[in-house]
T-cell receptor
């Protein structure tokens, strides 16, 4: 079946690193995504990783992918109060009629304390 | 450059009514998708279109329909509204054919409240 799982809450202090974890089930997914949603807003694409990569770094963001364990993580270095939001992990299966659809987790609410 | 734009931003309807939501993709993007996000959940896939053809449909009843126009904009229609249809409806666009899985870019959504 298709299921993306994330822990629901994470609280960190400003300046610390945040690590948000995600597990997915579909090994056919070609891309895995991280989106950010601030209150009352839509989804902002943060970063994505192709399934044949292990790691991708983009400024303060580092994505790690363990295909064997179907585990994806997002590390935010030097977390700021402006990083407080809900972070969604999403997989993109590449079989049959599901090509191009995204399957989202329930989101991890990141709270950054000053 | 303008991102994905959706209208209206907020909408209140009564059970049994019909609603039409509109979306304009990023300029140059030919594929549009619709997602429903219920409070406290992740977005759920409703429809996907590419070059005016339906390229996928999620597990939603026939009360939900959509179409894509020659200018690549799109409409989502929901008939016979139920209280459970209250949600944030998100439109997203991507540059090419969905089979190539290019990244999806989302708009800010339409908040639909059914009373």
């Amino acid at each position: 079946g298709e299921d993306v799982e994330q822990s629901l809450f994470l609280s960190v202090r400003e300046g610390d690193s945040s690590v948000i974890n995600c597990t997915y089930t579909d090994s056919s997914s070609t891309y895995l995504y991280w989106y950010k949603q601030e209150p009352g807003a839509g989804l902002q694409l943060l970063t994505y990783i192709f399934s044949n990569m292990d790691m991708k770094q983009d400024q303060r963001l580092t994505v790690l992918l363990n295909k064997k364990d179907k585990h994806l993580s997002l590390r935010i270095a030097d977390t700021q109060t402006g990083d407080s939001a809900i972070y969604f992990c999403a997989e993109s299966p590449s079989y049959g009629g599901s090509q191009g659809n995204l399957i989202f987790g329930k989101g991890t609410k990141l709270s950054v304390k000053p | 450059d303008a991102g994905v734009t959706q209208s209206p931003t907020h909408l209140i309807k009564t059970r049994g009514q019909h609603v039409t939501l509109r979306c304009s993709p990023i300029s140059g993007h030919k594929s549009v998708s619709w997602y429903q996000q219920v409070l406290g959940q992740g977005p759920q896939f409703i429809f996907q279109y590419y070059e005016k053809e339906e390229r996928g449909r999620g597990n939603f009843p026939d009360r939900f329909s959509a179409r894509q126009f020659p200018n690549y904009s799109s409409e989502l229609n929901v008939n016979a509204l139920l209280l459970g249809d209250s949600a944030l409806y998100l439109c997203a666009s991507r540059i090419g054919d969905p089979i190539y899985n290019s990244p999806l870019h989302f708009g800010n959504g339409t908040r639909l409240t059914v009373t």
